[in-house]
């Protein structure tokens, strides 16, 4: 089924007279609209208005008898399919980027496993203030989603700039698009995870054990997935490239914290795992290592853990799952000996020896290594790759159900 259950945050800003149309529009469209109204929102917009539109109890109190006796918070932040701030005052998104929850709105964020897209709504100073653009940072990079702001008027008399909130279509689209919900692509209403990029493994506080991957492939099928009408998280290493499109982004370093990322985003029906994982990482020096009349250091590996292989082992495992092989020889032997050890569907085999240009290339020749066989493609842009691989996931995801 398609997922269409909204948690409307209202924050306390002049825009929340625009949340009330927002949650016409979404009904119009079938979603289902819970709302939580902060104390600040309540001071525009009345709880009557939120409950006649939506056609729910407005909710209000974290702690309510009656709320905590047949929904609860905990069940209030679950029972959705994405949680959407609007407006997304400069207070809540500081919460929300620091963990706070002392009221029913940030203890719901808190709480929530759904996505959360942030329709920020502020005075045009506030949003360029420091202190807003490291939480918005922190929060993209905690993989929250944002549409807006928007620039114009201010409600403040001769002001205008950055800071007013979307409209409220403009919200609906970004909810469409990141439930899939209004497209009709194959993949729609499908959850699809992706990871992309290299892992940085510390060695010391200035030093990284790294790879050449640039993120291109993953990202670039992360993208596909979302115009086929997914709903696709992209748990990304370090990365130089473009955020693609219609995609939630969650920002890694190494590989440990890109398994938990993963855990996170999990269940999902299709799990793309493009990123070149480090295999082994160090201790980790807290200090600098200096040069000294010791000689060069001696680096003791410890072995990462294998993502893909954890997933596949877990019982809420995607019911398509696909491993990448970045092999420098004998590509399609060691894929499908992968295939095998790894536990996943399908294996795309690429050859990433220096001559191929495949890695950091715009370009990439691929082969698909499943049980049934070995396809391999000509050589074809990695934007061509995603889009061709993306039908293909989407014939077998329903080959599967
Ligand atoms: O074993 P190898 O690194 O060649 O396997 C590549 C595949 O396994 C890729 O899909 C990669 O994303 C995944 N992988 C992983 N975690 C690791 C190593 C690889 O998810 N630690």
Same mark, same amino acid.
């Given at each position: ?10 924050g ?58 047949d ?10 399919? !994405?949680?959407? +701030? /609007?407006?997304?005052? @400069?207070? *809540?998104? #500081?919460?929300?980027?620091?963990? &706070? $929850? ?22 045009p ?32 008399r001769g ?9 409220? !279509?403009?919200? +609906? /689209?970004?909810?469409? @698009?990141? *439930?899939? #919900?209004g497209?009709?692509?194959? &993949? $729609? ?38 115009r ?7 748990i ?20 440990r914290?890109m398994?938990?990322?993963?855990? @996170?985003? *999990?269940? #999902? ?6 990123a070149?994982?480090?295999d ?9 290592i ?26 809420d ?46 370009a ?11 396809e ?11 889009e ?14």
């Amino acid at each position: 089924m398609t997922a269409r259950r909204i948690l409307l945050v209202i924050g306390g800003g002049i825009a929340a007279y625009k949340s009330l149309d927002l949650i016409r529009r979404l009904k119009e469209r079938g979603f289902s609209v819970r709302a939580i109204l902060t104390a600040g929102g309540a001071e525009f917009v009345t709880p009557l208005s939120v409950a006649t539109l939506t056609g729910e109890r407005c909710f209000r109190e974290l702690f309510d008898l009656t709320d905590e006796h047949d929904v609860g918070h905990i069940r209030l932040a679950r029972d959705a399919d !994405l949680v959407v +701030v /609007a407006p997304a005052t @400069a207070d *809540l998104l #500081a919460k929300l980027a620091n963990g &706070l $929850a002392n009221d029913l709105a940030s203890t719901a964020l808190l709480a929530t496993t759904a996505p959360i897209l942030a329709a920020p709504a502020m005075n045009p100073t506030m949003w360029a203030n420091a202190a807003t653009r490291r939480n918005v940072e922190r929060l993209k990079a905690d993989g929250v989603a944002f549409v807006g702001p928007a620039t114009g008027l201010m409600a403040e008399r001769g002001e205008s700039g950055l800071g007013r909130m979307s409209e409220p !279509l403009d919200i +609906v /689209a970004a909810v469409e @698009a990141r *439930l899939g #919900a209004g497209a009709s692509g194959p &993949l $729609a209403g499908k959850r699809v995870l992706v990871t992309s990029g290299p892992t940085h493994e510390p060695i010391d506080p200035v030093r990284v054990l790294a790879n050449r991957s640039s993120g291109r492939q993953g990202h670039a099928i992360a993208e596909a997935a979302a115009r086929a009408g997914a709903a696709v998280t992209l748990i990304s290493g370090p990365v130089v490239i473009p955020d693609p499109a219609g995609v939630t982004i969650v920002r890694v370093e190494t590989a440990r914290e890109m398994l938990l990322a993963v855990e @996170a985003a *999990l269940p #999902a029906d299709i799990g793309v795992f493009a990123a070149a994982v480090a295999d082994w990482r160090t201790e980790g020096a807290p200090q600098k290592i200096k040069k000294g009349a010791g000689g060069p250091p001696s680096l003791a590996l410890v072995e990462n853990p294998d993502i893909l292989a954890t997933v596949a082992r877990r019982a809420d495992r995607p019911g398509l799952l696909v491993g990448f092989a970045a092999e420098t020889e004998n590509v399609v032997e060691h894929a499908k000996a992968k295939l095998a050890r790894k536990g996943c569907d399908l294996i795309v085999a690429n050859d990433v020896s220096p001559e191929s240009g495949v890695m950091g290339g715009d370009a990439n020749t691929v082969h698909l290594v499943t049980e049934d066989g070995v396809e391999s493609w000509p050589p074809m842009s990695k934007a061509d790759v995603a889009e061709t691989l993306v039908a293909r996931f989407a014939a077998l995801h329903g080959l599967k159900k």
